[in-house]
C-alpha cells in the first residue's frame, strides 16, 4: 500500500500521546485512523470531548485548518490535527474552495452541491471541466504553535456530468478520474484511500512527524 514505507512504529518519548482530531467527521475519522496508524498515539476526535466547531473565517485551506487545530489543542489541553479539505474547479476559477460543503448553502446537503455544481457547468466541455480534490492538514503542538507542521497534498481529476457510483460522500459522484476510467464514488474505499488527497496529505504527514519524532 501507498503508505508501507511508513509501518516502522513512531514512539513518542514518555507515553503514549494522546492527540485531538478536530473533526467529528466518522468517515474522515475512520481515514485517519488507518493510516496514521504507525504513530504510537491516541487519536480522540474533538466531538468526543463536547468542543465545537469554531467560526472558519480565513481565506485559504491552510488558514482554516490552523483555525480548526488551534481552536482544539486550546480547549483539550492536548496537540491536535485538523484538516481543510474541497473541491477546486478551474472553469469556476477555485470554486467551490473552501466552500465546499456550503457551497449550495448553510445548510447545503451533498446532492445540494452536486446539483449546483452540475448547474454551473452545464455548457461546459469535458476539457474544460478540470478539477482537483485538495487538502491542507496541520498538526500543531500546544494552541500557540508558532511552527505547526503542515502537509499539503491534490487529487486531479474531471467533474462528471452526471452522477455515477454509491461508495464516498461529497462530490465524489461527480468526480472522474480519466486513468481510471471511473469516478471516485465507484472505487472501493480501500482503493479511494490510496490516491485520495487526505490520504495522500497524511502519508506526508507521517514522515514529517517521524522526522519530528523519530529515532
Known amino acids: 500500500?501507498?503508505?508501507?514505507?511508513?509501518?516502522?512504529?513512531?514512539?513518542?518519548?514518555?507515553?503514549?500521546?494522546?492527540?485531538?482530531?478536530?473533526?467529528?467527521?466518522?468517515?474522515?475519522a475512520k481515514e485517519f485512523e488507518e493510516i496514521l496508524s504507525p504513530l504510537d498515539i491516541k487519536i480522540i476526535l474533538q466531538s468526543d470531548l463536547n468542543i465545537e466547531s469554531p467560526v472558519e473565517d480565513g481565506l485559504s485551506f491552510v488558514e482554516n485548518a490552523l483555525i480548526k487545530a488551534r481552536h482544539a489543542?486550546?480547549?483539550?489541553?492536548?496537540?491536535?490535527?485538523?484538516?481543510?479539505?474541497?473541491?477546486?474547479?478551474?472553469?469556476?476559477k477555485g470554486a467551490p474552495g473552501i466552500y465546499s460543503a456550503r457551497f449550495a448553502g448553510e445548510n447545503a446537503s451533498d446532492e445540494d452541491n452536486n446539483d449546483k455544481l452540475l448547474s454551473l457547468l452545464k455548457d461546459v466541455k469535458m476539457q474544460d471541466?478540470?478539477?482537483q480534490y485538495y487538502c491542507a492538514l496541520v498538526y500543531?503542538?500546544?494552541?500557540?504553535?508558532?511552527?505547526?507542521?503542515?502537509?499539503?497534498?491534490?487529487?486531479?481529476?474531471?467533474?462528471?456530468?452526471?452522477?455515477?457510483?454509491?461508495?464516498?460522500?461529497?462530490?465524489?459522484?461527480?468526480?472522474?478520474?480519466?486513468?481510471?476510467?471511473?469516478t471516485v464514488a465507484q472505487?472501493?474505499?480501500?482503493?479511494?484511500?490510496?490516491?485520495?488527497?487526505?490520504?495522500?496529505?497524511?502519508?506526508?504527514?507521517?514522515?514529517?512527524?517521524?522526522?519530528?519524532?523519530g529515532k
Open 73 to 92: 489543542s486550546k480547549i483539550a489541553k492536548r496537540p491536535a490535527f485538523a484538516d481543510d479539505s474541497g473541491l477546486c474547479v478551474d472553469y469556476l
Open 129 to 131: 471541466r478540470k478539477a
Open 140 to 182: 500543531v503542538r500546544h494552541e500557540n504553535d508558532p511552527l505547526p507542521i503542515i502537509s499539503l497534498a491534490s487529487f486531479n481529476g474531471v467533474i462528471a456530468k452526471e452522477r455515477m457510483g454509491s461508495n464516498g460522500f461529497g462530490y465524489d459522484p461527480l468526480f472522474f478520474i480519466p486513468n481510471r476510467n471511473s
Open 187 to 213: 472505487l472501493p474505499p480501500q482503493i479511494k484511500n490510496l490516491m485520495s488527497h487526505r490520504a495522500k496529505a497524511m502519508v506526508k504527514m507521517l514522515r514529517l512527524l517521524k522526522k519530528e519524532y
Open 1 to 28: 500500500m501507498l503508505y508501507e514505507l511508513y509501518q516502522e512504529k513512531i514512539v513518542f518519548k514518555g507515553d503514549t500521546m494522546e492527540i485531538v482530531l478536530a473533526s467529528s467527521n466518522k468517515n474522515k
